[in-house]
Structure formats: C-alpha cells, structure tokens
C-alpha cells in the first residue's frame, strides 16, 4: 500500500488536515495521530525526517509553522516497506509549492478557513493512497475553474 496517511499539523500538535487512504477505526485513528505527531514534534532539526512507527513508514518534514506528515504502510503480501523515502519528501515540497502558488505563502489559516479547497487540492494529488499528479498547473487547474464559477455565479444574485 503506498500512503496511508496524510496529516497537516500546526507546532502546538494541533491536526489541521488529516486525510486517510485506508480504513482505520477513529478510537485508532485518534491514537495514531497523537502518538506520532508527538514523535514527530519532539525530534530536533538535526534528526533525519523520517522514522518507523507501529509499522508505518512515516516521513514528516517542517514549513514554517505546519509540519506535513505522510505514513506509509507495505501491503500484506509485502514483507518489508518499499515506499522511497526521498520520494515522499520530494512529494511533500511539490505540495506545499502547489498550495504556495494557490495561495500565496501557505499558513495555516489558509488551512483552517479554505480547507474544502486544500482537501480538494490533496485529492486532486492523492487519490486512493497513490500519487496520481504533481504537475502544479494540472493540479489548480480545476480549483481556478471552481472559483471563476462561483464568482459568476454570486455576481448574478446581486
């Protein structure tokens, strides 16, 4: 299984976005994210970015005051985690250039008050836990598209 998980977390520990590609009851879900986000904060910037974790393979990496945190899991018939590493932080700079380039310097109020569009935006990438697009024109395309819409259509109630 490629991704299994994708979070967006504030330095408070605080989830901002989270977006899950397998099944995971929420008592679960509710662990998972604390116990990793805490990993995830308490390690220092000379730590390596990434670490395993109850069998995930997380890579995490800091901007600003958001870190961006993506778990990888092998499929069952897979011993071991093929995921590539550099790969996934290769895939989380591409978003976070994508969400920069729709929103100015991404913040997390961007997160908190646009988070339809950021969803949309991730699905746009990430569809069923594969990466499926990083190509920042064809990935805002749709959200520009979206957003000439309803300003048509809110210019014709007034």
Known sequence: ????FLLMVNKQGQTRLSSYYEWISMAERTALESEIIRKCLSRSELQCSFLEYRGYKVVY???ASLFFIIGTKPSPQEVENPENELGML???HALVETMDKW?????????MYQLEQVHFLVDE??????IVETNKG?????LDLMERE???AESIYR
Not at 1 to 4: D, E, Q, T, V
Not at 103 to 111: R, V, Y
Not at 125 to 130: A, C, D, T
Not at 138 to 142: A, E, I, Q, S
């Open 1 to 4: 299984m490629p991704i299994s």
């Open 61 to 63: 990496r800091r901007y």
């Open 90 to 92: 290769e895939f989380i």
């Open 103 to 111: 929103a100015g310097s991404i913040c997390e109020l961007d997160i």
């Open 125 to 130: 990438m990430i569809q069923n836990g594969f």
């Open 138 to 142: 064809n990935v805002l395309r749709p």
């Open 150 to 152: 309803s300003q048509k």
